[in-house]
């Protein structure tokens, strides 16, 4: 694991630029930067690359209801495809800052979406059940630094599905089930708040486009770390192009 930080102080491996439900709207984040390529890609096909959503929270926000659930129903799909085919070592790889991708390791971010996406979860089902609850705050570089996204020494399992699938069947569960109710609110549920310790009231509108922002924010980050291990894949070309 790579000792130092992205954001200041002495934790090691700390965040991509983002802070849980508490990240910015800063587009690149604190470890924004070009994204390097480093050898070839193992697959036996060569994939297309993903397209993930880009915008700000704020922008997010301003999206019809019907469109916002979808765009936060979309969840894992902003998910490379490609980590499923990293080792055990490739998915523990730190970076170096220079690497211009986030120091932490594939494991550290895709635990990190989970914890995220579960406790902005219980803070928008409060928010429309309960009147105005005061929300709590949780330290990510703790989860980080405490060793919980690391794996047991003594597994030596190297199957991606059971390495980091847990990971990712918790933000995809968790989507699911919050988009069906999330799609049958009325307009006045979506303005309730919830009070936040240091962003104030926070409206449910706000905090489904925060959620919806932070997952799409991380995803380009993790694309951003398989292109630097596997090598960057084509961009899609549109239905026509180079034609005359």
Not at 67 to 86: H, Q, T
Not at 101 to 126: F, K, Q, T
């Amino acid at each position: 694991m790579a000792n130092g930080e992205c954001c200041g102080g002495k934790n090691k491996g700390r965040n991509e630029g983002a802070n849980n439900t508490e990240a910015s709207d800063a587009a690149s984040g604190c470890c924004g930067g070009s994204s390097g390529t480093g050898g070839s890609c193992g697959c036996k096909s060569a994939p297309q690359r993903l397209l993930i959503p880009t915008g700000t929270a704020k922008e997010i926000a301003t999206l019809p209801a019907g469109e916002l659930v979808a765009r936060f129903r979309r969840g894992v799909a902003n998910y490379d495809p490609r980590v499923f085919s990293l080792t055990r070592e490739q998915m523990e790889q730190a970076f170096l800052p220079d690497a211009g991708v986030g120091r932490w390791s594939v494991r550290m971010l895709l635990g990190h979406m989970a914890d995220a996406e579960i406790a902005a979860a219980h803070r928008l089902r409060r928010a429309v059940a309960e009147d105005q609850p005061l929300l709590s705050v949780w330290d990510e570089n703790a989860f980080i630094d405490s060793g919980l996204y690391e794996l047991p020494r003594q597994m030596h399992d190297n199957d991606p599905a059971s390495l980091i699938g847990g990971f990712v069947a918790v933000v995809h569960t968790m989507r699911m089930f919050n988009a069906q109710w999330l799609g049958g609110l009325e307009a006045s549920q979506w303005e309730r708040v919830a009070m936040h310790p240091e962003r104030g009231p926070m409206s449910v509108r706000t905090m489904v486009a925060l959620n919806t922002w932070h997952l799409e924010h991380h995803a380009r980050y993790l694309q951003m770390k398989l292109d630097r291990m596997l090598g960057a894949v084509p961009e899609p070309v549109a239905a026509g192009a180079g034609t005359t």
